[in-house]
């Protein structure tokens, strides 16, 4: 007869001694962990040396793309692969931090999804700077009083964010070198039980992507936009019956229940930010390229564009438009495609878009990343 497997009590109440001897062996392990750790930042730090020496970046999205993808390629578990990803984050983030501390402006305020973007691709070993406004996130790049800037692009449920792309209009110079992508959960956090619900506070976005769910669980609740989801955490900590969509780090942060996980609407929901600065990201083998052009607002003038990339075998991976300012009718087209300005087939098409656009700019060639969160 087959032994039966042993019950969750009988583990349990294995003698103190073997309870021991298991969490002997995890010190243990802790501390050869620990040196490699330091032994790898100090490898991490030697390769600083010979940046500053030649130049180079300290932040360099293709290399940490490579360390991601490598490790999660040979992850054999229990840990899975997104436990693993944020181990290493943290792990290069104080590493990058040995050479240089990165100062990093995002659209705050704190524990906004685009907090979250920020800390997703930098780690907590940085300067985090939150401003008011997108427009803001591209000026402190620009005038090169932050090294980066973290701005969202696009949402799976509601299409590009037009603040970026207009800002992008404004200051072509900047590039995109790297892109964020995060999984958006939305949680409703507050501090009494659902009946007593009356208002729910949260940004446009976020009441806009749970509103069905809303609209079924607590229809008597008034839905109240506010400026982000920090805000409306606040107000869900102060008044009586009052709840907010956000984070599940806002509600850790702002010490708020989370009454219901995950009501988003679309299961989906997933958010890509832009990593916005001034160098010049080489090929990572594994990358995106994003373009702004114009074109005349004539018959065919899109069709011809997009029958370049047909013919040059380069596949889209998002496109979105907008009217162009000024006194003829044109439209202004952001797209990004697989591949690298420095790779033959995609210098060829970028000779022939030169032909066929009014205008045309490259945003930068970047990393594909793949969803976390």
């Not at 995890?26 to 600083?48: M, P, Y």
């Not at 790049?141 to 970026?164: I, M, W, Y």
């Not at 997009?306 to 380069?314: A, D, I």
């Not at 098409?349 to 969160?373: I, K, N, R, Y």
Request: proline share 5%.
């Amino acid at each position: 007869m087959a032994r039966k497997p042993e019950s969750d009590n009988a583990v349990a109440t294995r003698s103190p001694a073997a309870l021991k001897n298991l969490r002997s062996t995890i010190d243990k392990l802790d501390l050869q962990i620990l040196k490699l750790v330091n032994e790898r930042a100090q490898l991490a730090a030697d390769i600083g040396k010979v940046k500053a020496d030649h130049g180079s970046e300290v932040f360099m999205p293709a290399r940490e793309e490579e360390v991601y993808q490598h490790i999660v390629e040979n992850n054999k578990g229990p840990l899975d692969d997104a436990t693993v990803r944020a181990i290493y984050r943290e792990i290069m983030s104080g590493a990058r931090a040995l050479q240089k501390v990165l100062k990093i402006a995002y659209l705050g305020p704190e524990y906004s999804f685009s907090h979250l973007g920020a800390i997703e691709r930098f780690g907590q070993q940085v300067d985090f700077i939150g401003v008011g406004s997108i427009p803001a996130v591209f000026e402190e790049v620009n005038r090169s009083h932050v090294d980066f800037g973290v701005v969202p692009l696009e949402n799976a449920a509601d299409g590009g964010v037009s603040d970026t792309l207009d800002m992008f209009m404004r200051m072509p110079q900047l590039r995109i070198i790297a892109e964020v992508r995060l999984g958006i959960h939305h949680n409703l956090c507050a501090t009494c039980e659902q009946q007593q619900i009356r208002r729910v506070y949260s940004k446009p976005q976020a009441l806009s992507q749970c509103r069905s769910w809303l609209s079924k669980n607590i229809p008597y609740a008034q839905l109240i936009e506010v400026s982000s989801t920090a805000a409306a955490m606040k107000l869900a900590q102060q008044e009586p019956g009052a709840a907010a969509v956000a984070s599940r780090h806002a509600a850790v942060h702002f010490n708020v229940p989370i009454l219901f996980s995950n009501i988003e609407d679309f299961a989906n929901n997933e958010a890509r930010y832009a990593v916005v600065g001034t160098q010049e990201p080489p090929k990572s083998g594994h990358d995106k390229t994003a373009v702004m052009f114009r074109i005349a607002h004539t018959p065919g003038a899109l069709v011809n564009v997009l029958e370049v990339f047909k013919q040059g075998k380069v596949n889209l991976t998002w496109i979105e438009s907008f009217p162009a300012k000024g006194p003829k009718p044109a439209y202004i087209f952001f797209l990004d495609f697989e591949g690298h300005v420095e790779d033959p087939k995609v210098k060829r098409l970028l000779a022939t878009l030169h032909e066929q656009c009014e205008e045309l700019a490259v945003l930068g060639s970047f990393p594909m990343a793949s969803v976390s969160g």
